[in-house]
């Protein structure tokens, strides 16, 4: 039986991480060890936009909760 | 996690295919609409195409974008400011890493990369690893040059990212008369005959416009009598595994240099000629 994915879940939590990082991106201005890092932490989470937000932004695909 | 799951990517690696070609468009508007703004050797190049971001509304349209050639690319890339001429598309502050093609078709193409770029390069190849049983309590062998050449670095992060034990080459691989080198090919040929000391060189040169591979190896004094059969056994050993010839020179015991550090066994005057 193929796994029952949550994609709204996984879609908030894309989002909010995003913004958790990029406030870490601004707080860390003065702080490269923070900067720096965030700018790392957002290209990995660009790949689960990309698994994740990318799909959910399709037209077919908005009304479903969940992809199995 | 689990690793039966026959998917890197089980949602995308599913999708429908309508659905697949609707996120292939909206992907390629979003990447054309990004070039297109953002650098100025794209934007020309597309202008002088006759074609702009609102043009791109079906996947049809994207036959009418010409491709970058590499001579393109070549070109470019000889301009200021270097090397990177007016293509990036992102501040030079952006670009973290910097790799090029092997120049096997002439002039090596310069690649400068973002780390995001990394990122979606190494997560493409976690699509491939994943698909042919790659996994994280996986030891993954990549023998590859790791230098500037651009090629499996990607395969080798991704490996990474899979959680995979990595395991790179350790030697450096040169070219020498057109043939691809491993020096520890040599190493390996000299260790298995028997009569011969520890102690080897290898001096590859270059005169006018001829290469010239030099092994010098030390027989040990019991062998004395068995030069002949050694330099015999040495050239038809290093044929067969490294397809080159070789000018050899059979010392005595104790006449190659040694070393108190790290030995240095395989010298290449080539460069430093024309440095």
Not at chain 2, 64 to 87: F, L, N
Not at chain 2, 194 to 213: C, N, P, Q, S
């Amino acid at each position: 039986m193929p796994p029952v994915i949550d994609m709204n879940r996984l879609h908030l939590n894309t989002r909010s991480a995003r913004s958790a990082v990029e406030e870490f991106k601004r707080l860390g201005e003065d702080f490269p060890a923070v900067a720096r890092n965030a700018e790392r932490m957002l290209a990995s989470l660009k790949m689960i936009e990309i698994s994740i937000s990318d799909v959910m932004d399709l037209e077919d695909l908005e009304k479903g909760k969940t992809h199995d | 996690m689990n690793y039966h799951q026959p998917y890197w990517n089980p949602i995308l690696e599913t999708l429908p295919p309508e659905a697949l070609r609707q996120l292939q468009l909206k992907k390629f508007q979003r990447i054309f609409h990004w070039a297109y703004t953002h650098s100025k050797f794209h934007r020309a190049l597309y202008r002088s195409a006759g074609v702009a971001p609102e043009d791109i509304r079906a996947l049809e349209d994207i036959r009418r974008v010409p491709t970058v050639e590499k001579s393109m690319m070549r070109q470019i890339q000889g301009k200021d400011p270097y090397p990177h001429g007016d293509a990036l598309c992102v501040p030079l502050d952006d670009v973290t890493v910097f790799r090029q093609t092997s120049g096997t078709t002439g002039q090596p193409v310069y690649q400068p990369d973002t780390w995001h770029d990394w990122e979606w390069w190494a997560e493409c190849w976690c699509y491939i690893l994943w698909s042919q049983g790659y996994r994280p309590n996986d030891r993954v062998f990549i023998p590859f040059g790791y230098n500037v050449f651009v090629a499996f670095w990607a395969g080798h992060y991704a490996a990474e990212k899979l959680g995979c034990e990595v395991v790179g080459r350790s030697d450096d691989i040169t070219k020498v008369k057109g043939v691809l080198l491993a020096p520890s090919a040599i190493e390996e040929v000299v260790r298995g005959i028997k009569g011969l000391g520890d102690e080897y060189e290898v001096v590859v040169d270059k005169t006018g416009d001829a290469e010239t591979i030099r092994l010098r190896v030390e027989v040990l004094p019991e062998a004395q009598d068995q030069c002949t059969w050694i330099r015999s056994e040495l050239q038809d050993q290093l044929r067969l595994k490294t397809n080159l010839r070789y000018g050899l020179e059979i010392c005595g015991c104790g006449s190659l240099p040694r070393y108190e550090v790290k030995a240095k066994r395989f010298k290449d005057l080539r460069n430093k000629k024309s440095e």
